[in-house]
């Protein structure tokens, strides 16, 4: 689950019309610079926040998905279809929903690490 620090910086990605530096992103969130230079490496390092360098800055940007707003309502269209699922079987509240979808991505993910899986699921296949 996102904490709030970094649905922040997401937002704050993601209304940019650039990369931008965490300094900037401090400065838009009213957050403390060490604060967000750590949510933007938890981020980076899952892969929702791109990282560009060069020579002597540092910047970020939204994965791609995040500003694409035919992916964004495919996304929420299957995460309906989920949530119906799930529902189908036995109501559930909001919470228990996320829970349960959450459990099974963590089990999908782990299943496809034992399977040898090693696509990259940040890449559209080919």
Known sequence: M?????VKIL???IESDK???AYKIAKRTGEHG???RDGIHK??????VMEHNSERTTSYSPHPVLTCKDC??????HISEIADLIDGHEKVEPEGTKMIFD???RRV???NIYNGDKRDSHKPDN
């Open 19 to 21: 990369p931008i530096t």
């Open 103 to 105: 459990f099974i991505m």
């Open 109 to 111: 993910q782990i299943s």
């Open 11 to 13: 937002s704050t990605l």
């Open 43 to 48: 981020l980076v390092q899952v892969g929702v």
């Open 34 to 36: 060490a604060n967000i």
């Open 2 to 6: 996102l904490k709030q620090r970094e």
């Open 72 to 77: 964004i309502q495919s996304i929420a269209e």
